[in-house]
């Protein structure tokens, strides 16, 4: 389980996160540095503030429903967040999050990972290592190949750049 190196931290959200919870309508007008600011807010006041890099979100079922806005998993890129963990997510959110390069693992066990508990990710394996009390191992949905490509690339423009520059 090596695909993310390391451990990774988790952050607790409920089921239903809404693109206006990660991405709130009335920071829109304002660039991506404005609204990362406001990630979260309504939810978990303090997440944007205290977030690290390397930190992992994990969620309740229907992550990332409501409007398409791309800034929502761009936020979340921006704060450094390693990957959102989740039952399910909307789809536009799903596409999204992949072409700004951020990492989704889709896994019915997420809730049972726990707030601050240490966790390490094997995308392609579809396996979340826990280091925390209960299940030592939760499987997910393994990641295809493309799509890490294009988290490691960090979204799809940046693999569009490689291809035409090779």
């Not at 396996?127 to 493309?146: A, K, M, N, Y």
Request: glycine share 12%.
């Amino acid at each position: 389980m090596n695909d993310q190196a390391g451990t990774h931290r988790v952050w607790r959200v409920g089921a239903d996160i809404d693109t206006d919870a990660l991405a709130p309508g009335v920071y829109m007008k304002f660039g991506i540095e404005e609204i990362m600011r406001h990630c979260l807010q309504r939810v978990r006041p303090e997440f944007a503030a205290r977030v690290r890099p390397g930190d992992v979100l994990v969620a309740g079922p229907n992550f990332g429903i409501g409007s398409s806005r791309e800034q929502a998993a761009l936020a979340l890129v921006r704060l450094g967040v390693a990957a959102v963990v989740a039952p399910s997510f909307n789809g536009l959110f799903f596409r999204n999050a992949f072409n700004v390069g951020l990492l989704l693992l889709t896994c019915a066990q997420a809730e049972v990972m726990a707030e601050g508990e240490c966790i390490r990710l094997d995308p392609a394996g579809g396996r979340i290592g826990r280091v925390g009390p209960g299940p030592t191992e939760l499987i997910c949905e393994p990641v295809p190949p493309f799509l890490l490509d294009m988290v490691r690339a960090g979204g799809l423009l940046n693999v569009l750049k490689q291809r035409h520059t090779s």
